[in-house]
């Protein structure tokens, strides 16, 4: 009954030649085949319904800019969704779908918008970088529980919510999202934030709240945050303790490692010159960090300090996050000991 409704809604609209329709909440398990009559449409929604899958016919919609699928039955992504030329617009939020098919999400080139929250996605495929259009990408509340290093290809990407997965880390990708202005990333399980975050230009707003960090990155106070969320987070505190200094030995690929580095601040280096021979090398040395003290580069961490800020204050974030610690990495007790600065050493349990 509520199919042969829909099809005299049908076959009564493709006479006006709408741009727009709209099919919600009418119980559907399936879209009739008449929607292809409506050549003109733009924009179509069947969001609260019972769909399992598109029909063949879907695919002569060659005109449609924005698919509304939300609150339906699809264990995967329709192919026909990879045969709309001008799709720039697609929520498929609160479905049961597990995976994403390779072959339709990296046919999807010219997704401005996509919406899968409230799924059981555990992964992403690599095909994700294809949707180099993106600028919004939601996943919140699915089980996904790493980003693929791909992530870093959606340079056109402004917001990326990932709330409610099973986060542990983010890929240094990210630093490639240049144009990122928002990051979703509470109620994950994230111990630790990527320094390479200080890639992302022109991040404002930054939710990392509820996850298992102790302390966020140094760079993030290179960042132009307005508002930075940290809350319900097992943050340091500044608990002063004695400790002894272990004597420095550092091993025979952190001294190369250091020489080399060094060598590659003089642009007219013949270094520079054999590097271009041993890729692994390049890739080993790409890892590299800065002493926050001297500013020279190290490869592997030597001593891990905070710095406890004001956020509000130093960042000059609108909202108050109170007193949050920054993690600092030093080359050498030596930079430690310098005086004039206000890093603390980190105290192992």
Known sequence: CHGNMSDLLLLNASRAKP????????????????????????????????????????????????????NNSLSCLPHQLSLLPKLTTLHVFGNQIGQLVPSVIGSLQGLTLLNLNDN????????????????????????????????????????????????????????????????????????????????????????VSVNGLVSLPFEIKSLPLRELYCEANPMLQELPVSSEQEDEVL????????????????????????LKFHPEVRKTLSASRKCAICGESFLNTWLECVQFINGRKVLGVRNNPGIVPLRVLLCSYKCFNVKGHDFYGVASS
């Open 19 to 70: 741009k727009a329709i709209s099919l919600t909440n009418k119980r559907l398990d399936r879209v009739p085949a008449l929607i292809s009559k409506l050549q003109t449409l733009q924009s179509v929604s069947f969001k609260n319904n019972a769909l399992t899958c598109l029909c063949d016919e879907f695919c002569d919609l060659k005109q449609l800019t924005s698919v509304n699928l939300g």
């Open 251 to 274: 091993c025979l690929r952190e001294i190369a490692a250091r020489v080399v580095l060094v060598s590659l601040k003089d642009r007219t280096s013949s270094t520079r010159v054999r």
């Open 120 to 207: 059981c996605i555990a992964s992403l495929p690599p095909e994700i970088s294809s949707l180099q259009q993106l600028q919004f990408l939601s996943l919140v509340r699915n089980q996904l529980s790493k980003l693929p290093p791909q992530i870093g290809n959606l340079t056109e990407l402004r917001e990326l919510h990932m709330s409610e997965n099973q986060l542990t880390s983010m890929p240094d990708e990210i630093c490639e999202l240049k144009k990122l202005n928002k990051l979703y990333l509470q109620k994950n399980k994230l111990t630790n934030l990527t320094y390479n975050i200080q890639g992302c230009l022109r991040l404002s707003v930054l939710d």
